[in-house]
């Protein structure tokens, strides 16, 4: 069993970092870089309908750092809420086994 869990930890190891020495020159960016470049090369006229919100309050793009903290920001209350939300069945399901447990016990009769 040793054996397997090395093994399993090697290979995470390796899919995470050997991309990253096979190719040096790769950029990583995201899903949103991705399809903006897709939208220019299908339609170079494409005009977006909407601006982000802080984008209009700041009046021009948030500096990468700052996208990055409100995207934990939002990963963090989310599992915050996922994670609250999943205690509470896992305690209602012991309270409602203790109450049925307790209602399965007859009551002693002292004669």
Known sequence: MKK???????AVV???????????????????DAGS?????????YEPWATPVFEQILGGELPGEVESLLFC?????????IAFFMGRFVERKKW??????AEQVPAHDCH
């Open 37 to 45: 470049v897709v939208v220019e090369e299908v339609d170079s006229s």
């Open 73 to 81: 920001l939002q990963t963090g209350i989310g599992v915050g809420v």
């Open 96 to 101: 409602m086994k203790e109450t049925h447990t």
């Open 4 to 10: 397997y869990v090395i093994l399993a930890i090697a």
């Open 14 to 32: 390796l899919i995470a970092f050997l991309p990253l020495f096979l190719r040096p020159d790769a950029s990583f960016g995201g899903s949103d």
